[in-house]
């Protein structure tokens, strides 16, 4: 495999960053109270394994359009999560030091799916 060479959804950065993100919101979304186990908890999670989950399976389906519309998907998980993550900071549930970090890895993975939006619409990238 050659450098950058995009061989599975694996190789995708916009991927690795979104597992990254699932990662971090999962471990940080412990500490919720427990009366939000099936309230805000369980819907950040969904939020973020949706993230890496259309990015695999856009890139699964083999054709540009459904690619772009899974993209598209993962990158309003991507604002669903940011908007879900100010709620749990609003109500004490997330302290400072773990939403500035979590949310450096979320505008990472939504710039980097910008970019792969961007390239792909152009026809630069696979």
């Known amino acids: 495999m050659g450098r950058g060479e995009i061989q599975s959804h694996r190789d995708l950065v916009a991927w690795q960053l979104g597992v990254r993100l699932a990662r971090e919101i999962y471990l940080v979304s412990e500490r919720f109270p427990s009366h939000e186990k099936y309230g805000l908890c369980n819907q950040?999670?969904?939020?973020?394994?949706s993230v890496p989950s259309?990015?695999?399976e856009g890139y699964g389906?083999?054709?540009r359009q459904d690619y772009l519309r899974f993209l598209r998907m993962?990158?309003?998980?991507?604002?669903?999560?940011?908007?879900?993550?100010?709620?749990?900071?609003?109500?004490?549930y997330l302290d400072q030091d773990s939403h500035t970090t979590i949310e450096a890895t979320l505008h990472e993975c939504g710039?980097?799916?910008?970019?792969?939006?961007?390239?792909i619409e152009a026809g630069t990238d696979a």
Request: hydrophobic residues 50%; without cysteine; glycine residues 10%.
């Open 61 to 63: 389906r083999g054709t």
């Open 74 to 92: 993962a990158r309003g998980s991507v604002f669903e999560i940011d908007t879900q993550l100010l709620i749990a900071r609003e109500l004490g």
């Open 54 to 56: 259309n990015i695999a």
């Open 111 to 119: 710039r980097v799916l910008a970019g792969l939006i961007r390239s």
């Open 44 to 49: 950040v999670r969904r939020a973020a394994v």
